[in-house]
């Protein structure tokens, strides 16, 4: 019982023991086509950390015949991609590699970031994202984006 007591104690009082960082940079940002994934809670917990970008240049492309985004891992290209942190549970991490189709379409990997709000304002830390590895050598030549926008200029309407 006493065990059982302290245990209660730390997990209250650090619960984000169980909690993954993952930075978005697509269709699960705030405002983006499947954000409201994030916020079913029948898929899990997530909660908004911090705006942020990568510490190093990517190219992030559109691609597919449904517009979908990739940040390809190939570093040193493209620009410093902007994005949100959200704190995820298991449950969620689990829904999102699936729902992601991770690992045959996007692979998570970790990405090294600037939090540009929130307490931890200015500080570099790590988190999660999907990207893809495995790509078409074309999409090299595609135009690349700092911030993905499903609605913007290029015209490239997503298809879920
Ligand atoms: N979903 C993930 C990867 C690309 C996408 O559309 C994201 O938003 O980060």
Redesign the pocket.
């Known amino acids: 019982m006493k065990g059982f007591v302290l245990l209660s104690v730390i997990v209250s009082v650090f619960p984000a023991v169980h909690m993954t960082l993952i930075f978005?940079?697509?269709?699960?940002?705030k405002d983006q086509p499947?954000y409201l994934l994030m916020r079913n809670p029948d898929n899990g917990q997530a909660e908004f950390v911090a705006h942020a970008r990568t510490v190093e240049r990517y190219p992030l492309v559109i691609a597919t015949k449904n517009n979908?985004?990739?940040l390809l891992n190939v570093p040193e290209t493209g620009q410093r991609i902007q994005?949100e942190i959200y704190s995820v549970d298991k449950k969620m991490l689990d829904f999102l590699d699936e729902f992601?189709e991770c690992p045959e379409l996007?692979q998570r990997t970790t990405v090294q970031l600037e939090v540009q709000d929130g307490p931890k304002s200015g500080s570099i830390i790590k988190a999660f994202?999907?990207s893809t590895t495995t790509y078409e050598p074309e999409w090299l030549q595609k135009p690349t984006y700092e911030s993905y926008n499903a609605s913007g200029d290029h015209g490239l309407r997503y298809v879920p």
């Open positions: 978005v940079y697509g269709t699960l940002k499947n979908i985004p990739f994005g992601e996007y994202m999907y």
